[in-house]
């Protein structure tokens, strides 16, 4: 049977879930769908094809996104898209590395010419709906890429400093910590977006917007 564009990219997202990007090589993949290494190249010149394919259909599987029909609900729906994102790129093992990694597709840039539109009958202009969509993402990718990259850190060292210590060495720092919780958890994901969000809209009530 001819092996099918589908099924390696399948097959390497599976094997991404195993053994992580790092561990993710043709020669392994080649392996797993029991062929040679040369046969994938039928289909892909190059490993960074692969990983583009690999980028290109995880985000295809988490691709409805609901449509903003009240421009004035401009703040939910980007804050709801933020988080479907950050599922998106937790959906898979070293996710947000592998997002980073690659070259947006047709469709990611469709995407984003759909949703400056609509930020623009919000009020935006487009420089300020793209510079906010950017900001957001950059945000979300970089919350996700020290979300996994916690996961692997533990348990490498269980040792945890001496607390008495550290809060006399860094009492706001503790108090900050003590108030917001996990840096890699729910409320601080919130808190973050919500930065941004205000930023966002000081700068459509303070004039920057579209006439």
Not at 23 to 36: F, P
Not at 112 to 126: D, K, N, P, S, Y
Not at 188 to 210: K, Y
Request: hydrophobic letters at 45%; charged letters at 25%; proline letters at 4%.
């Amino acid at each position: 049977m001819a092996l099918e564009k589908g099924t390696i990219v399948a097959t390497a997202l599976r094997l991404l879930d195993e053994v992580g990007l790092d561990g993710l090589t043709l020669r392994r993949l080649a392996a797993e769908l029991g062929v040679q290494a040369p046969a994938l190249y039928w289909h892909f010149k190059n490993k960074q094809q692969l990983l583009d394919a690999m980028a290109a259909a995880m985000a295809a599987e988490h691709e409805e996104r609901p449509v903003l029909t009240d421009p004035a609900l401009w703040r939910e729906w980007v804050a709801d898209n933020a988080r479907r994102d950050r599922a998106m790129l937790n959906s898979r093992r070293d996710g947000a590395r592998l997002a980073a990694g690659t070259r947006p597709s047709p469709e990611m840039f469709a995407m984003v010419e759909r949703t400056v539109e609509v930020l623009e009958r919000a009020g935006f202009t487009a420089v300020d709906a793209a510079r906010g969509l950017i900001t957001v993402s950059g945000y979300v990718a970089g919350f996700v890429l020290e979300e996994q990259a916690d996961r692997t850190r533990r348990g490498v060292d269980e040792s945890m400093p001496d607390m008495t210590d550290f809060q006399a060495r860094y009492p706001r720092l503790t108090a900050a910590l003590m108030e917001t919780g996990d840096p890699q958890g729910e409320q601080s994901f919130e808190a973050g977006l919500a930065l941004i969000l205000d930023g966002m809209r000081v700068r459509l009530s303070n004039g920057h917007a579209a006439n």
